[in-house]
């Protein structure tokens, strides 16, 4: 039980183009999902959380702007980084939450921005 | 300024042998820490969690120790098993209206055959 589904696993785009990111509980409902961002060989950094139908409370530093966060349902949440430049490539996860639980991870996406 | 840390980098243990993972937090506040085993280029997977007012909790050849007083958590492996290998990931939670989970930078284990 407890699947995340983080689709795309890899993208490559120009820069200058948004890319939009998708995270799905597809066997239970998260009432919270999360987005973090992991640089090589450092830990995932929070960038995001949402609840279903209410805004994302972004961290300290992070762009609201730039990396646009809607979670629409109980199960879909979606990232789109806009006007993507080299410096946004980077590895980006999702987790997804029921209350009381763990979080779930998806099993990311590697953003290539040429 | 870290809240989680997780001082080595890196450990190889040999096959059969206990692997302990370290974990030390600053914040008080934590109420709930989190152990998560991560592969290259897949997403974490939760391993084994354990509540502030506990000082133990198992589950199969995993076991995580916390001791409130010294702001420290630890991860016992045991036999560890090649497929043990991967980056593991300490977390601590911070009660807010999110659950706010914090990640310490990880430990690399390595399980030698």
């Known amino acids: 039980g407890a699947v995340v589904s983080q689709h795309p696993s890899w993208v490559i785009c120009k820069s200058g183009t948004s890319v939009k990111i998708e995270c799905r509980s597809l066997?239970?409902?998260?009432?919270?999902m999360f987005w973090y961002r992991q640089f090589p060989k450092q830990s995932l950094m929070l960038m995001a959380t949402?609840?279903?139908?209410?805004?994302?409370?972004?961290e300290q530093g992070v762009e609201k702007d730039k990396f646009l966060i809607n979670h629409a349902s109980l199960t879909l949440s979606t990232l789109t980084v806009t006007s993507a430049h080299p410096e946004d490539s980077s590895f980006y996860i999702c987790?997804?939450?029921?209350?009381?639980?763990?979080?779930?991870f998806g099993d990311g996406t590697r953003l290539s921005i040429l | 300024d870290q809240q989680v840390k997780q001082n080595s980098p890196s450990l190889s243990v040999q096959e059969g042998r206990i692997s302990i993972l370290n974990c030390d937090y600053t914040?008080?506040?934590?109420?709930?820490f989190l152990w998560y085993k991560k592969y290259p280029a897949e997403g974490p997977t939760f391993l084994i969690s354990i509540s502030s007012i506990k000082d133990k909790n198992e589950d199969g050849r995993f076991t995580v120790f916390l001791n409130k007083s010294a702001k420290h958590l630890s991860l016992h492996i045991v036999p560890s098993q090649p497929g043990d290998s991967a980056v593991y990931f300490c977390?601590?939670?911070?009660?807010?209206?999110?659950?706010?989970?914090?990640f310490g930078p990880g430990t690399s284990l390595s399980v030698i055959p």
């Open positions: 987790s997804a939450q029921e209350p009381n639980q763990p979080q779930h």
């Open positions: 977390a601590a939670r911070m009660k807010t209206s999110y659950d706010k989970v914090i």
């Open positions: 914040n008080s506040m934590f109420d709930y």
């Open positions: 066997d239970f409902q998260a009432t919270t």
């Open positions: 949402s609840n279903e139908g209410s805004k994302a409370t972004y």
